[in-house]
């Protein structure tokens, strides 16, 4: 059932063949496209829906985060994420994404102490790393020990206890940079660090990243804030792919923190969030300025799969407003550590060609959030396979937040969508000696 409040219209459905009709309510949000309720349309109609890929269907009755792909908008709880992204920190974006409304000074103060006091991890966790080869991707890791830590922390796994569900949501925001920077460290060969409760969120990241016994790490405040803007650019949006899943997931009743390595699977796609890792290789790829053309002739080429990473989305048909974020930022990062990168002035070569290819103005395509991120890691240290897996600590605060909305949901039910069958009708067994 949905609030009848949001009903604001009806749209009539008529079937030409029987001249059969239906009337469908139309629900209208705060902002943004109506929808068209199709719940009855079968019971009514014997009729389903087909929308592969869900690009026009509307899966959930959600606050959290909206996006305006014509006019390049993303609100947080109504924020712009340009002014989140200058003016905020991504612990206050986590609270306002998972409590509605930016925190007071109190509860800014008792939510970070909160998060900051569950980031270490169960000690037996460093030896479930051991399992993994030296060179595993860190992504592989990062899925498999987050489904695991179920095993370590299930007094925080009913899902119906309100207490217990905000406990794995602060444990997971809290332990995810932990286990990304244990991924990280285990692929080096290097100890693991401890986190330190006397750093920020982004500064402790990057300290369990960097540091080694040998040498004391303190992380350029340059880098710390960069690093806290990139977190809160990738925090949440909308009921993209990975978000879908989780949310998916979660219906079943399963547990959050198998529900959010769910999230990281799906999230590690070369067209997802496996694309700020995608950048950098064809960056590399490309090479030189010269040889752009021709990557955007293969991109052009319906006969070629080749896709140029961080450009296109499947709502954004203007700029990703994370995007230009991070542009600035990537340039105020670079200069400020005097570091003159070949790769940002070939991505911004690049940029500026496509943004005048006729195919690329057709098909709207725009640099999205993974167009520049990547070039802004690799400056601070990080390998490319790394990318991602930062792409998934910041997520991890959206993830958790859908989560909580949906288990809130009086309406939520078991997410189970139908198909339209293009297989054998019923037929019966021949037995092998008859084939
Ligand atoms: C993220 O959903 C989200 O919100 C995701 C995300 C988030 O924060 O969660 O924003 C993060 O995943 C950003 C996207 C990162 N992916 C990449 O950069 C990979 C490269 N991009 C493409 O794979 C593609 O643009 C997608 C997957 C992002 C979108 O794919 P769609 O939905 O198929 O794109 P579309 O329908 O808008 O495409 C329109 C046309 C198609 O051609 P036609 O079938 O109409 O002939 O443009 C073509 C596409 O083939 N096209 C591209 C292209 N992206 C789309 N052609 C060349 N290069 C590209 N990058």
Known sequence: MVQKELVTNNMTLTDNASGASVELPVLSGSVGP?????????????KFTFDPGYGVTGSCLSALTYIDGEEGILLHRGYPIEQLAEKSSFLEVAYLLLNGELPTGHEHNEFVDAITHHTMVHEQLSTFFRGFRRDAHPMAILCGVTGALSAFYHDSTD?????QRMIASRRLIAKMPTLAAMAYKYSL????NYPKNSLSYAENFLQMCFAVPADDYVADPILSDAMDKILILHADHEQNASTSTVRLAGSSGANPFACIAAG????????????NEAVL???????????IGEYVNKARDKDDPFRL??????????FDPRAKVMRESCHEVLNKLGINDPLLELAMELEELALRDDYFIEKKLYPNVDFYSGIILKAMGFPTSMFTVLFAVA????????????IEDPAQRIGRPRQLYTGPVARDYTPISGR
């Not at 109506?34 to 014997?46: A, E, M, P, W």
């Open 281 to 291: 290789e064809m960056l590399n790829e490309i090479g030189d300025k010269s040889r």
């Open 264 to 275: 990281i699977a799906c999230l590690w796609g070369p067209a997802h969030g496996g694309a």
């Open 189 to 192: 060969g290097q100890p693991f």
């Open 309 to 318: 990473f961080g450009f296109g989305h499947r709502v954004y048909k203007n």
């Open 34 to 46: 109506d929808v068209i309720d199709v719940r009855k349309l079968y019971s009514s109609t014997g």
């Open 395 to 406: 997520r991890t605060v959206g993830w958790i937040s859908q989560w909580k909305e949906m």
């Open 159 to 163: 899902i119906n206890d309100p207490v």
